[in-house]
């Protein structure tokens, strides 16, 4: 576990929400704000798209790393659900911001899967903290609500990280020198 996946499985409700939140609110500032707005919503906007999958990045790897072998759920499409978005962010703002409608045809299906890897990404917490709480398996409807609290994180993060909090407290692995 590295320092990152330490700091938002430790933080208190309070903190995530302040990291995400403040990032959130000054992107849409940033673009009507000055008159190099736009650069510096794109800046804003990837950051605030790297914390908010660092978060989910930490809880994701964690719960899977506690469940046992059978309950674990494949993590290589979730760690790459995680990086597309952020460089589709990124490589949007650089290549297509000016684009032609043409290139729309690009865009769109570029869209829809970053779309499909953040539901994925929900996905993939929501049922790891499902399974990390109970141990037994999870289907559909024992997740939905904390996929809701994850998509719509200004709310969830208040109910979902106390939850996070106490199994890191309870289910950590200890570090050794």
Known sequence: MNWVEDYFLRAKHWQIFLLLTVWFVLSPIALFGSGKGL?????????????????????????????????????????????????????????????????????????????????????FVSKSLVLAETGNPAPFRSYLGILLLLWFFPIGVWILQPRVNRLYREKRRPIHS
């Open 39 to 123: 650069y510096a919503f794109v800046a804003i906007t990837v950051v605030y798209a790297v914390s908010l999958f660092a978060w989910f990045w930490s809880m994701g790897s964690f719960f899977n790393s506690i469940l046992e072998r059978r309950l674990r759920l494949g993590t290589g499409f979730f760690r790459f659900a995680l990086i597309y978005p952020v460089f589709y962010v990124f490589v949007f703002f650089i290549f297509f911001v000016n684009a032609s409608p043409a290139l729309f045809l690009v865009i769109f299906p570029l869209h829809l899967f970053a779309m499909f890897c953040t539901l994925y990404s929900l996905y």
